[in-house]
């Protein structure tokens, strides 16, 4: 008796072919991504100097667009909240704190 062999075929690597992008491309999407950060730091920096008083070590999501920000202690939870009144838009996250990073190297 023989065995029949499989036919399936494993894939290795990725499903989907990288992305090829030129250095224009690049140096636009990097620049569309430090237009928006700068957007959401400048809310930021306007509700810190309150909100280190009161909610110290918290998170903070910043929507550029409308100027709303969500807290909470969690930062997953602060993303779902803030995904929940506008979803399919970008955020930037910050931590409550003097520097305004989310953890340290």
Not at 31 to 46: D, G, H, P, T
Not at 58 to 79: Q, R
């Amino acid at each position: 008796m023989t065995e029949a062999k499989s036919t399936r075929r494993v894939n290795r690597g990725r499903i989907f072919p990288e992305i090829q992008w030129t250095e224009p491309q690049k140096a636009q999407w990097k620049a569309e991504r430090q237009a928006f950060k700068q957007r959401c730091e400048l809310i930021f920096a306007q509700v810190q100097p309150e909100l280190l008083k009161t909610h110290y070590n918290w998170y903070v999501a910043v929507e550029p667009e409308s100027g709303e920000y969500f807290l909470d202690k969690d930062a997953f939870i602060v993303a779902q909240k803030a995904h929940a009144k506008y979803p399919n838009v970008k955020l930037q996250v910050f931590r409550i704190n003097k520097t305004g990073v989310c953890g340290r190297i």
